[in-house]
């Protein structure tokens, strides 16, 4: 989040639609971004199902008295396993012996 005026930009609160996947983890609100340019960092976290995706609208209320809540659609996607093996599957495994050894 940047300030871009010459008033202090002031976030009130964050919240969540979806709470149960998604969640603020810092800063902590309410707190305020000086003028022209002051930057903050919004983290957030997302533990989606364990198949497909995870959507949430991010709400974000401040002191802009043009925008005043701002909202962000958040979207999270599980990633699929991938199996990996050498040799590749359907290949014949095997293995050489040692002089007497059996294999």
């Not at 925008?67 to 599957?89: K, Q």
């Amino acid at each position: 989040v940047e300030s871009a005026s010459d008033i202090p930009l002031t976030l009130n609160s964050a919240s969540l639609s979806n709470v149960d996947d998604f969640a603020v983890t810092a800063p902590a609100f309410p707190f305020s971004l000086e003028t022209n340019g002051a930057q903050q960092m919004i983290n957030l976290t997302c533990t989606p199902p364990p198949f497909g995706s995870s959507s949430a609208t991010l709400i974000l209320d401040s002191n802009d008295v043009e925008t005043g809540l701002i909202s962000y659609i958040l979207v999270c996607n599980t990633l699929s396993p991938r199996f990996s093996s050498d040799p590749p599957p359907g290949s014949m495994l095997s293995k050489v012996a040692e002089h007497g050894q059996v294999a």
